[in-house]
Antibody, heavy 121, light 111 residues
């Protein structure tokens, strides 16, 4: 059974940093691209970042480019999102997702339960 | 404002058919990129409902179907049930933005 379990969310002050983790199991982690998607309270879904199966290619939404870094450790079946210079508008539930398919045609076929990041002083 | 436009809400009585539209442009849906649909039940994570415009993952009832034409796509739900009450999101790829894009979401209410 595919499982994605996020951790690392919490309360952080504006300008602060936080690292999210996503532990994957039930599939060959190193064979899949992975995405982070976020959902601000009461709002819709927003793509944040993506990484290729071997970690060599990364993508970022313009809203987080230069502040967030996505990475993965295939030996530990774990995906990461290092978030810096956090703003109040970054407050959201962050979902770890698996991509099935190519960059332009792929869908997000499995989602974690999400971890809440609160940015407030 | 989302790149893909969905109606904020739709509603229908049990047993009825409803459709949810997703309107894009020539840089996303109109460019031929696949449209995917996600269902988010209250208080839960989204779940893949339709992929590749028309395909259902294993376990998704055939009451749910997807279609695509031109710069738009649609999700149809037939035989509406109370447990279908949820938020629905469309998603595609945009070549101008070089980004994955979501619709703003549609809240389905079963009357």
């Amino acid at each position: 059974e595919v499982q994605l379990v996020e951790s690392g969310g919490g309360l952080v002050q504006p300008g602060g940093s936080l690292r999210l983790s996503c532990a994957a199991s039930g599939f060959t982690f190193s064979s899949y691209a992975m995405h982070w998607v976020r959902q601000p309270p009461g709002k819709g879904l927003e793509y944040v970042s993506a990484i290729s199966p071997n970690g060599g290619i990364t993508y970022y939404a313009s809203s987080v480019k230069g502040r967030f870094t996505i990475s993965r450790d295939n030996s530990k079946n774990t995906l990461y999102l290092q978030m810096g210079s956090l703003r109040t508008e970054d407050m959201a539930v962050y979902y770890c997702t698996r991509r099935k398919g190519t960059v332009t045609t792929g869908s997000l076929d499995y989602w974690g339960q999400g971890t809440l990041v609160t940015v407030s002083s | 404002q989302s790149v893909l436009t969905q109606p904020p809400s739709v509603s229908g009585a049990p047993g009825q058919r409803v459709t949810i539209s997703c309107t894009g442009s020539s840089s996303n849906i109109g460019a031929g990129y696949d449209v995917h649909w996600y269902q988010q039940l209250p208080g839960t994570a989204p779940k893949l409902l339709i992929y590749g415009n028309t395909n259902r993952p294993s376990g998704v009832p055939d009451r749910f179907s997807g279609s695509k034409s031109g710069t738009s796509a649609s999700l149809a739900i037939t035989g509406l049930q109370a447990e279908d009450e949820a938020d629905y999101y469309c998603q595609s790829y945009d070549s101008s933005l070089s980004d994955w894009v979501f619709g703003g979401g549609t809240k389905l209410t079963v009357l």
